[in-house]
């Protein structure tokens, strides 16, 4: 079975992150979407809350699972029997920074990173942008799936 982790923070899911994951669906038999949970990180949405961000956009496709996970990402696979991290490419900047990330995983286990390079339409679009905009009181309704902005 190809099973797949697409790890990150989720702090919310956005338009970006959908892309990706709907891309990679017809590559895998299943995608497990995890959030990380970093007791160093303050995030702007509670966990459960970005759980059912993202259990709302696949309640209907059972080749998706949500999860939940803290320690290292190659733990979670080796727990879970998972082959294979998904991520997403929209820069050189994050291209070095997973570049380094892939390059340890696959020291410490026998796990592929597969990249995905974003699409056009929405490469602009970050977490961190989307809580800017919704901090000033701006409208994230074209940046992120319904889910988020019938919160
Ligand atoms: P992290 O805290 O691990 O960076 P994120 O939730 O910000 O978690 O991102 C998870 C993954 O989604 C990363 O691989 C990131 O590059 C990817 N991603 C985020 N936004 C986009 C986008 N607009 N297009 C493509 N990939 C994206």
Do not use: W
């Amino acid at each position: 079975m190809k099973r797949a982790v697409f790890p990150g923070s989720f702090d919310p899911i956005t338009l970006g992150h959908v892309d990706i994951i709907n891309r990679a669906l017809p590559l895998f038999d299943e995608i497990i979407i995890a959030i990380g949970i970093n007791s160093d990180k303050k995030y702007m949405f509670t966990l459960e809350e970005r759980l059912k961000f993202i259990k709302d956009i696949y309640a209907t496709e059972p080749k998706i699972k949500v999860e939940t996970y803290s320690g290292l990402t190659i733990d979670f696979c080796n727990k879970k029997e998972i082959g294979f991290i998904l991520r997403g490419l929209r820069n050189p900047a994050d291209f070095e920074f997973e570049k380094a990330i892939a390059q340890t995983n696959r020291k410490l286990a026998p796990v592929e990173t597969v990249f995905l390079l974003t699409s056009a339409e929405t490469s602009y679009i970050s977490s961190s942008i989307v809580r800017d905009v919704l901090r000033n009181g701006g409208d994230i309704s074209d940046l992120v799936p319904k889910s988020v902005t019938r919160n």
